[in-house]
T-cell receptor, first 114, second 114 residues
Framework: DTAVSQTPKYLVTQMGNDKSIKCEQN?????MYWYKQDSKKFLKIMFS???????INETVPNRFSPKSPDKAHLNLHINSLELGDSAVYFC?????????????FGPGTRLTVT | AQSVAQPEDQVNVAEGNPLTVKCTYS??????LFWYVQYPNRGLQFLLK??????LVKGSYGFEAEFNKSQTSFHLKKPSALVSDSALYFC????????????FGAGTRLAVHP
């Protein structure tokens, strides 16, 4: 069984378009995250939600809007895509908000903006 | 500012030899520290964590790490490397008592040669 899944795995689109990435976890976790991994493999947190409530919102352009319809899902919508948005986006989840909990990552979505 | 450093971009080791992947941290208060591994085109997998207690932490796949407060280090080790250990390794830290906002190092590529 897949613990944290993301769709799509690959996304190729043109500048200016709007796209969404979906994430689901079947671990029963309360907390979910979005990370961006750039071309140099550097990982940075973008958002985290706990029980559908936004907890962490890093300095991310407001073209990025996360949505959590329930605690098992956290989707990422990106408006007006730019070349610099090209990256691999990872969803993750953890049992709770406490910093002692390890995070479980999805397989990633490779976004290419042309 | 809080940070995690992995001073080596790449570590090369022969199969059967011991391996060490270095990590140092600058995290306020009592840090929680983690190691994750990323195989090509995959998400990150949790290996081990230090929360409190014994400074030597054992994790998955025969890996272990030693927390050294005086040197602010958390090096990953394995007594005998396997070719299948070849991957990208990330050290991450977070301040205890805060939200689970992991700060990742830049990653170290481990190459184990037959």
């Amino acid at each position: 069984d897949t613990a944290v899944s993301q769709t799509p795995k690959y996304l190729v689109t043109q500048m200016g378009n709007d796209k969404s990435i979906k994430c689901e976890q079947n671990l029963g976790h309360d907390t979910m995250y979005w990370y961006k991994q750039d071309s140099k493999k550097f990982l940075k947190i973008m958002f985290s939600y706990n029980n559908k409530e936004l907890i962490i919102n890093e300095t991310v352009p407001n073209r990025f809007s996360p949505k959590s319809p329930d605690k098992a899902h956290l989707n990422l919508h990106i408006n007006s895509l730019e070349l610099g948005d090209s990256a691999v986006y990872f969803c993750a989840s953890s049992q709770g908000l406490a910093s002692s909990y390890e995070q479980y990552f999805g397989p990633g979505t490779r976004l290419t903006v042309t | 500012a809080q940070s995690v450093a992995q001073p080596e971009d790449q570590v090369n080791v022969a199969e059967g030899n011991p391996l060490t992947v270095k990590c140092t941290y600058s995290v306020s208060g009592n840090p929680y520290l983690f190691w994750y591994v990323q195989y090509p085109n995959r998400g990150l997998q949790f290996l081990l964590k230090y929360i409190t207690g014994d400074n030597l932490v054992k994790g998955s796949y025969g890996f272990e790490a030693e927390f050294n407060k005086s040197q602010t280090s958390f090096h990953l080790k394995k007594p005998s490397a396997l070719v299948s250990d070849s991957a990208l390794y990330f050290c991450a830290g977070v301040r205890s008592g805060g939200y689970n906002k992991l700060i990742f190092g830049a990653g170290t590529r481990l190459a184990v040669h037959p």
